[in-house]
């Protein structure tokens, strides 16, 4: 792994939280938070279009899409409830609380997949120094949580 791409990948996992306050201000100012991800899906729908027409040396093949097994659009499924989760649950719960149980919730949900290899991942076993890793990341999960009551 390269340090570019990593960078981009803590890049991308940085902005989440600004994600989750600025949809929920925009919320805020279209009256109705709900409609925050419509507008979000919208803008994100158009950049992607153009980024596609622009960066890529192929063009989109309407017929492969029948192609493809239906697990493989739960995709949109998934980042459609993240991002409505985050728009309702970030000024409720905090936003720090939202990103804390959804990022832990990844890394458990990241080692499964990496462990059995579902849906054709890439295995990586989980080592016991993984187990701890995780393991400590869960008990600061509950400590933030048990800290934050007292």
Known sequence: MTYRLALWAALAGGLIPLMAVINARLGKSLGDALFAPMVLFLLALSLSVGLALVLSSSRLDWNALSQAQPIDF???????????????????????????FAVVAQIVVATCIDHFGLLGAAVRELSNVRAIGIGLLISGLFVTQWSAQN
Request: net charge positive; hydrophobic share 60%.
């Open 74 to 100: 739960a995709g949109g499924l998934i980042v459609c409830f993240y991002v409505v989760s985050a728009t309702l649950l970030a000024p409720r719960m905090g936003v720090g609380n939202f990103i804390l």
